[in-house]
């Protein structure tokens, strides 16, 4: 008698698929950008909770910000590090809500956990997803009011919103005033829908309080002037060069030695050498500059002591290693051009101003130009606190993103571009 049919015997084309470990991936990926969310979710708001963060270095850092703190985690999980980077990418687009988006992500994937969980198909809560983000599009624009950019009360008041979370927003009646007055400085008369917050130059000197936070019309150099030689610190009705060029001995182009036999040859060598340089700044005074802007250079010194001891003798007052990134900035501010050789030295390439001098900020020195003629749409700002922290924090929040965007520049994006601004009712 033969025995009870065994099962049915599979096809050699059929699959086996494993769903379950499918599910406990996408399972694995929602909680760990969940862990990411909770995070920094008590910091969100008003009332949020600043969070202290040790780096690799051993420095210690004190923020509320979603972008900083993100920044400073040490995340390698795929999908947490998703929510990394969309932090990173809301600083860079808007400046501001880097902690919003990220605890909205959060609260929209643990939603999105509970409908799985009911057999719900991925794409049709990613579907579902994009329609939702379009009404809230919708509800968000039908929310807005007009602004107009000349009730300067109304545009203060949206920017001491936007400072009420941080640290520094009992100082909110301050930095909001210096932002807005920034701000309208810089936009373009004739395209007001354009803003280029690169504009914004913010100097951070440690020493003095909040308080003493200052909006400069003009240019601030982190750094003192080079009157080693005994040139001048004070000039005024300045006539500045910004030169691209070294002024001291020239070098070869190819890498070659020159052999010195005896003492007269290396007589006529120095000699040769300070003619040369000589030659340089007589053709620099006879423009009438009196104020020159020296690009710093990686090779070799930009501007040798000697060099110094002629431009002191000249009256001239010099400011040496300014930062090639800074060029445009400064070009575009005095309204000069960059020079590149000596030959191309001439007066009509010179920016001009009524003060340049030397002053002391804080625990150190700086050199401010004020009164510029035909002055570029710029502005400088030097904000000031007792401690590193405080001053970090301060420029952090006037300059957040690629170089530093202004921290409520999605707020001044809408309404620059837009004149409107969202109002809860």
């Known amino acids: 008698m033969s025995g009870p049919a065994g099962p049915k015997a599979k096809s050699k084309t059929e699959m086996y698929v494993d769903t379950k470990r499918k599910d406990d991936i996408r399972h694995a990926n929602i909680v760990a950008a969940k862990a990411v969310a909770d995070a920094v979710r008590t910091s969100l708001g008003p009332r949020g909770m600043d969070k202290m963060l040790s780096t690799a270095t051993g420095d ?44 909205l992500a959060g609260a929209l994937l643990k939603q999105c956990l509970n409908l799985l969980s009911k057999g719900v198909h991925p794409t049709t ?26 009730d300067q009360d109304q545009l ?61 019309k003009g240019l601030v150099f982190d750094h003192k002037a080079s009157h080693t030689a005994g040139g001048p610190t004070r000039v005024e009705n300045a006539m500045i060069g910004l030169i691209q060029f070294q002024i001291s001995p020239p070098k070869t182009d190819i890498e070659q030695s020159v052999i010195v036999s005896d003492y007269t040859q290396m007589d006529r060598i120095l000699k040769e050498e300070r003619n040369y340089i000589l030659g340089m700044i007589k053709k620099i005074r006879a423009t009438g500059c009196n104020v020159l802007l020296v690009q710093k250079s990686i090779l070799r010194d930009a501007v040798t002591d000697l060099s110094l001891h002629y431009l002191a003798k000249a009256k001239i007052l010099v400011i040496k290693d300014v930062e090639r990134e800074d060029i445009e900035f400064i070009s575009k501010t005095l309204n000069c051009l960059p020079i590149a050789n000596i030959e191309h030295f001439r007066a009509e390439k010179l920016g001009h101003a009524d003060l340049v001098e030397e002053v002391s900020v804080g625990s150190g020195r700086v050199v401010k130009v004020t009164g510029i003629k035909n002055m570029g749409r710029t502005i400088s700002l030097i904000v ?39 109002r809860w009712r």
């Not at 998703?82 to 808007?94: N, P, R, T, Y």
């Not at 809230?136 to 107009?148: I, Q």
């Not at 000031?384 to 420029?395: D, F, P, Y």
Request: charged share 25%; hydrophobic share 45%; with cysteine.
């Open 125 to 150: 809560i990613s579907e579902s997803l994009h329609k939702a983000s379009e009404k809230a599009v919708e509800v968000v624009k039908s929310m807005a009011v007009p602004v107009e950019l000349s």
């Open 60 to 103: 210690v850092i004190i923020t509320n910000d979603g972008a900083t703190i993100l920044d400073k985690m040490e995340v390698v999980q795929p999908a947490a590090k998703m929510l990394v980077e969309l932090s990173k990418s809301q600083d860079i687009v808007a400046g501001d809500g880097t902690t919003t988006v990220v605890v």
């Open 156 to 216: 203060v008041k949206i920017a001491s919103t936007s400072l009420n979370s941080k640290v520094v927003s009992q100082y909110s009646s301050l930095l909001a005033p210096l932002a807005v007055e920034a701000v309208l400085n810089v936009r373009d008369l004739d395209r007001p829908d354009s803003v280029d917050l690169r504009d914004i130059k913010v100097l951070r000197k440690l020493g003095g309080t909040v308080d003493d936070t200052e909006l400069v």
């Open 384 to 422: 000031r606190g007792s401690n590193v922290l405080v001053v970090v924090l301060l420029r952090s929040r006037f300059l957040g993103n690629w170089v530093y965007g202004l921290d409520h520049c999605s707020a001044w994006k809408a309404i620059v571009c837009d004149r409107l601004l969202m």
